[in-house]
């Protein structure tokens, strides 16, 4: 009989099993890690620095919600607001996954 090839490690060695609080932490640190690398790499390289991209957002927001109907907040407003973060990125840096992704607020906006 064959062994087992690991999808993960892609051999046949055996995996160390890890108890739940080293499993936890384990994925949290791979999670983490993968953060990092996108947020001081690629969205970095696209949006620029944070302190200045969420600014710029603030701003779009702060217009919005001084213009908006009184009121407490609903799911239309959210879809709006996430409309005007692509836009604020879209002002930035161009690509059309924002587009995509503004689309898809305004259609959610429209049906709520």
Do not use: H
Not at 29 to 54: A, K, W
């Amino acid at each position: 009989m064959k062994p087992e090839i690991d999808v993960v490690t892609g051999t046949d060695e055996p995996v160390p099993v890890l108890n739940p609080a080293d499993e936890l932490r384990q994925r949290a640190s791979d999670l983490f890690e993968e953060v990092m690398e996108t947020i001081c790499g690629p969205r970095l390289d696209t949006y620029g620095p944070p302190q200045e991209s969420f600014q710029q957002i603030a701003e779009f927001w702060e217009a919005y919600l001084k213009r908006r109907q009184p009121g407490p907040l609903q799911g239309r407003d959210v879809a709006n607001m996430m409309q005007l973060m692509k836009i604020s990125r879209n002002a930035v840096n161009r690509y059309r996954d924002n587009t995509v992704d503004q689309i898809g607020y305004a259609v959610i906006e429209g049906v709520l």
